[in-house]
């Protein structure tokens, strides 16, 4: 399995609807993040499927390396420069 690139050093605040399912990019390689475009194809990574409880705002991980994917848990804050 590949690596995940990180995407971003911050969460992505996204207006999440009740009950619609997002697929959050696991890779790090989609133009259109936090979520899949396609772009693992050949990695070994796979996106993650994610149904939205209730709506609102929710900070999807930009780093791709939280514990609680595919939400951020605040790992981004231990990565290097």
């Known amino acids: 399995m590949g690596n995940p690139v ?16 997002y697929y959050w990019c696991s890779c790090g390689r989609s133009q259109s993040q936090p979520f899949c475009d396609g772009s693992h194809k050949g990695t070994g990574l796979a996106p993650l499927a994610w149904t939205a409880e209730k709506s609102g705002t929710v900070y999807f991980c930009g780093c791709k390396h939280t514990q609680t994917p595919p939400l951020c848990d605040g790992s981004h804050k231990r990565l290097g420069p």
């Open 6 to 21: 990180i995407a971003s050093k911050t969460p992505f605040a996204v207006e999440v609807e009740s009950g619609k399912t």
